[in-house]
């Protein structure tokens, strides 16, 4: 929840630096071009606080304060208000800048979004010759080339912006995956081809590859199926050239794909992993970390992939990985793989059979964790409460399917699920939460 509410707090946080620094262009250029600016607004709606040149920091607006104060002075100045009736924008400056006060408010309003820059009769329905006949600083008094700048001015500084934080990123550097394959997809063209965990792809088709962020996108750029040289640096052999055929399928959007994947990261997030339930997930929590995947150490970023080779050599078995956590202490778990779909997106069958469903994580205050399920638990049968319709041995598909219709259609499960080898009492699930 704190996770939550520190990213939406960064985010509205982001967005408004943009709008300011957006804002802050066109009051530069007002200011340049010695045009009145009334408002300077971070946010939208009422203002918050607002802040004035001689009248300080304000709860709420200080605009009132500044036309009385005004207004008094222009009353014993013996000068006579406009054609409206009221004093002009022009004689509150005069008097301003006698009482020496700001004519800018700069304000911090009530709706955390947007933002805007207010020059005098920029907005207003007058005519700009109109205005600039009785306001020199007006925005219409300006100069055309002067007004395009002041309108222009919002967009350079984006661009300035984009520009500063382009040289920032890459003098401070980024991490970005090496281009070593960590996960190859069942019958794509790179394992027909004959990729393998923990190759590294030095070029496709003459073009280098020098990080795994920009292989999808040139593979996506080569014609389907037409071969494409592939050369990789496999450990113990050196260079090696294969030949895939890029296809299309649903994992690639319909766009021509190996079938490829970067190496999963074995370091846990910084944070408390507040989502989910399970017992490697609680050890990865606040930046722990596998450090050995077997025997083998893998502290090393980039024995990434040393996990994906184990998972595909043990066919299933459980893979011992040890994790250290946030603390220092180290332990130790077996996890197990399951299949996924093919390339072509089957159902991951063989022979004509389905891996069972096991479970392999919880959502904290799901209708399964009320339930008492646990990571490991295998669903061995569905029976839907009213119907008495029954799932025996359900594939993961057919899961997902029928209880997302059972949902919502408002009706319950009872779930049979075998827990360490044993079958547990049957629990009732609301999958309409």
């Given at each position: 929840?704190?996770?939550?509410?520190?990213?939406?707090?960064?985010?509205?946080?982001?967005?408004?630096?943009?709008?300011?620094?957006?804002?802050?262009?066109?009051?530069?250029?007002?200011?340049?071009?010695?045009?009145?600016?009334?408002?300077?607004?971070?946010?939208?709606?009422?203002?918050?606080?607002?802040?004035?040149?001689?009248?300080?920091?304000?709860?709420?607006?200080?605009?009132?304060?500044?036309?009385?104060?005004?207004?008094?002075?222009?009353?014993?100045?013996?000068?006579?208000?406009?054609?409206?009736?009221?004093?002009?924008?022009?004689?509150?400056?005069?008097?301003?800048?006698?009482?020496?006060?700001?004519?800018?408010?700069?304000?911090?309003?009530?709706?955390?979004l947007g933002g805007y820059v207010k020059p005098t009769g920029q907005d207003d329905l007058r005519p700009a010759t109109e205005v600039a006949s009785d306001d020199p600083h007006s925005f219409g008094a300006a100069p055309v080339g002067k007004r395009m700048v002041i309108i222009s001015a919002g967009v350079i500084m984006n661009v300035i912006l984009a520009f500063g934080l382009y040289i920032a990123l890459f003098?401070?550097?980024?991490?970005?995956?090496?281009?070593?394959?960590?996960?190859?997809?069942?019958?794509?063209?790179?394992?027909?081809?004959?990729?393998?965990?923990?190759?590294?792809?030095?070029?496709?088709?003459?073009?280098?590859?020098?990080?795994?962020?920009?292989?999808?996108?040139?593979?996506?750029?080569?014609?389907?199926?037409?071969?494409?040289?592939?050369?990789?640096?496999?450990?113990?052999?050196?260079?090696?050239?294969?030949?895939?055929?890029?296809?299309?399928?649903?994992?690639?959007?319909?766009?021509?794909?190996?079938?490829?994947?970067?190496?999963?990261?074995?370091?846990?997030?910084?944070?408390?992993?507040?989502?989910?339930?399970?017992?490697?997930?609680?050890?990865?929590?606040?930046?722990?970390?596998?450090?050995?995947?077997?025997?083998?150490?893998?502290?090393?970023?980039?024995?990434?992939?040393?996990?994906?080779?184990?998972?595909?050599?043990?066919?299933?078995?459980?893979?011992?990985?040890?994790?250290?956590?946030?603390?220092?202490?180290?332990?130790?778990?077996?996890?197990?793989?399951?299949?996924?779909?093919?390339?072509?997106?089957?159902?991951?069958?063989?022979?004509?059979?389905?891996?069972?469903?096991?479970?392999?994580?919880?959502?904290?205050?799901?209708?399964?964790?009320?339930?008492?399920?646990?990571?490991?638990?295998?669903?061995t049968k569905v029976t839907f409460v009213g119907t008495g319709d029954t799932l025996l041995s359900p594939s993961a598909a057919e899961f997902v399917k029928n209880t997302a219709k059972a949902g919502t259609e408002g009706r319950k499960l009872l779930l049979t699920f075998e827990r360490d080898g044993r079958e547990m009492e049957p629990k009732e699930v609301d999958p309409s939460f």
């Open positions: 929840m704190l996770t939550s509410i520190l990213n939406a707090f960064l985010v509205i946080f982001a967005f408004g630096f943009v709008i300011f620094w957006h804002e802050l262009g066109h009051f530069l250029a007002a200011r340049w071009a010695k045009v009145r600016v009334e408002q300077f607004a971070v946010g939208m709606g009422q203002a918050l606080v607002s802040f004035r040149k001689g009248l300080g920091a304000t709860i709420g607006s200080s605009r009132a304060e500044y036309d009385r104060r005004t207004h008094e002075w222009l009353k014993t100045s013996g000068q006579l208000p406009s054609d409206s009736g009221e004093w002009s924008e022009w004689q509150r400056e005069q008097a301003a800048n006698v009482l020496r006060l700001g004519v800018t408010e700069y304000r911090l309003s009530w709706i955390p003098l401070y550097g980024f991490n970005v995956p090496p281009a070593v394959v960590g996960q190859i997809v069942a019958g794509s063209p790179a394992q027909v081809a004959g990729l393998r965990t923990g190759d590294r792809i030095i070029s496709i088709d003459g073009e280098p590859q020098r990080d795994f962020t920009k292989i999808q996108m040139n593979v996506a750029l080569l014609k389907t199926n037409q071969a494409a040289d592939i050369v990789v640096d496999r450990p113990g052999q050196g260079n090696v050239t294969l030949h895939a055929t890029p296809q299309k399928s649903a994992h690639s959007m319909g766009l021509p794909a190996l079938g490829v994947g970067p190496a999963s990261t074995l370091a846990g997030p910084k944070g408390k992993i507040e989502d989910v339930k399970s017992s490697v997930t609680d050890a990865l929590a606040d930046g722990g970390r596998i450090v050995k995947v077997d025997d083998i150490d893998v502290s090393n970023e980039k024995d990434s992939h040393v996990l994906e080779q184990a998972v595909q050599k043990a066919a299933g078995a459980p893979v011992w990985v040890t994790i250290r956590k946030a603390d220092g202490k180290e332990i130790k778990y077996g996890v197990t793989s399951s299949m996924t779909d093919f390339f072509d997106g089957k159902d991951g069958s063989v022979v004509g059979m389905l891996p069972r469903t096991r479970v392999l994580g919880v959502k904290v205050d799901s209708p399964a964790d009320k339930a008492g399920l646990m990571d490991g638990d295998v669903i």
